[in-house]
């Protein structure tokens, strides 16, 4: 589900918080407990708090759990061309295409419990098993890192390093990082809380 929320005005700015949990789901429908982010209605509201002169910044919670590449890369090209401060703060688990969505922040944190999953692209259901097929999967492949390596600081080698580990998840191939790896990676900027997501936003706005 996505949701947008104003945390409040005050002399240091108005912040509005985006909640990105559960899986983007793109196009696809899920049963109804599932939870789903539709992108569709993501976009508008991230467009909305850009254009808006009241709102001085955007904190993006995030717990993902993967989910339609297309939707997630839109979502985070959208962050990465805003001009407001924007931090993102990853709780829980930011799983698969959750990834580039944290790194698209202006400054991404971490909860000191939280996890990140990385992963090939991957795909569920028919699979024509063409030379074609395999390109194709291999661009939105690219894509995923190349976006990762420009908007984060952590190198390509490493990435496909975590992405290709055969090693730690059962029956996938893949790795899980937990906060101070994802900050010591560069994957993310630092280890935080909502309080520090909230002094950096305020601070930026000053």
């Known amino acids: 589900m996505e949701e947008v929320k104003e945390l409040g005005s005050s002399r240091e700015g108005s912040i509005q918080c985006l909640t990105i949990v559960g899986q983007i ?27 808006s002169p009241e709102i001085e910044g955007l904190l993006i919670l995030l717990n993902t759990m993967g989910g339609d590449v297309e939707a997630g890369l839109a979502i985070a090209e959208l962050i990465a061309g805003m001009k407001k401060p924007t931090v993102s703060l990853v709780l829980g688990g930011s ?8 790194v ?6 971490i909860a000191p419990s939280a996890a990140m999953t990385i992963h090939p692209v991957r795909f569920n259901g028919v699979i024509i098993g ?16 190349s976006f990762v390596t420009e908007h984060s600081n952590i190198k390509r080698e490493k ?3 975590y992405m290709t580990n055969t090693d730690e998840l059962a029956n996938d191939v893949g790795s899980v990082i937990y906060g101070s790896e994802a900050v ?18 305020h601070g930026y706005a000053k």
């Open 25 to 51: 789901e793109g196009h696809q429908l899920l049963p109804d407990d599932s939870k789903a982010t539709k992108y569709e209605h993501v976009l508008p509201l991230i467009a909305a708090v850009e254009e």
């Open 104 to 109: 698209a922040a202006k400054r991404s944190m």
């Open 159 to 161: 990435f496909l390093e």
């Open 95 to 102: 799983h698969s295409i959750g990834v580039p969505i944290a």
């Open 130 to 145: 063409v030379p074609q097929t395999y390109n194709y999967f291999s661009r939105i492949q690219e894509r995923i890192v």
């Open 184 to 201: 010591e990676s560069g994957l993310i900027d630092c280890i935080g809380t909502l309080s520090d997501a909230l002094d950096y936003l």
